[in-house]
């Protein structure tokens, strides 16, 4: 697959998940600050956080080579 086809690839995988981190930030700015949902929602929104800064990596990466 040609370079500039995986660098396609990540920015859309890239939009869906600052899709996804924008309804997780909008879900738990309703919800009540206790319990074990806030807790999970969180931690999914930091997973969600972290893999978006691993593909903007891999994105710079790939523009880089070529």
Same mark, same amino acid.
């Given at each position: 697959?040609? /370079?500039? +086809?995986?660098?396609?690839?990540? $920015?859309g &995988? !890239?939009?869906?998940? *600052?899709? +996804?981190? /924008? #309804? !997780?930030? *909008?879900?738990? &700015? ?5 319990? @074990?949902? =806030?807790? %999970?929602?969180? $931690? *999914?929104? @930091? %997973? *969600?956080? =972290? #893999?978006?800064? +691993?593909?903007? =990596? %891999?994105t %710079? +990466?790939? /523009?880089? $080579?070529?």
């Amino acid at each position: 697959m040609p /370079e500039s +086809e995986v660098v396609h690839l990540l $920015e859309g &995988r !890239l939009a869906e998940q *600052a899709v +996804e981190i /924008e #309804r !997780l930030h *909008a879900e738990t &700015r309703t919800l009540p600050a206790s319990g @074990d949902l =806030a807790v %999970r929602l969180q $931690e *999914a929104l @930091d %997973r *969600a956080e =972290a #893999r978006v800064q +691993e593909l903007e =990596a %891999r994105t %710079r +990466e790939l /523009e880089t $080579e070529q």
